[in-house]
């Protein structure tokens, strides 16, 4: 089992930044891709950014893409979301999640654990 715990959400205007943090415990952390998803209010989950087990590739979403960082630091077991510049569609509840696999990230069904997520929300 790995567990997930998700902070640094908040309320935050158009053009400000926030850094997300998910802090994981149980399993190796280092045997883990990571993702980020985000889900709003009446939408479906969405796949946001992901990063490889040693942080050496990454992908995101052609939204967030040139705004958001997705980094993480294996001695600390916690992966983060920087994310500048955002939008009032950004408005979101925010998950990280950990995957077994090293493909597919963008697909939720590749993603064994999940976190309850932290609230983001960006104000016009």
């Known amino acids: 089992q790995v567990q997930l715990v998700e902070s640094g959400g908040g309320l935050v205007q158009a053009g400000g930044s926030l850094r997300l943090s998910c802090a994981a415990s149980g399993r190796t952390f280092s045997d883990y891709s990571m993702g980020w998803f985000r889900q709003a209010p009446g939408k479906e989950r969405e796949f946001v950014t992901a990063i490889s087990w040693n942080g050496g590739r990454t992908y995101y979403a052609d939204s967030v893409k040139g705004r958001f960082t997705i980094s993480r630091d294996n001695a600390k077991d916690t992966v983060y979301l920087q994310m500048n510049n955002l939008k009032p569609d950004d408005t979101a509840v925010y998950y990280c999640?950990?995957?077994?696999?090293?493909?597919?990230?963008?697909?939720?069904?590749?993603?064994?654990?999940w976190g309850q997520g932290t609230q983001v929300t960006v104000s016009s």
């Open positions: 999640a950990a995957s077994p696999y090293y493909n597919n990230y963008a697909f939720t069904k590749q993603y064994d654990y």
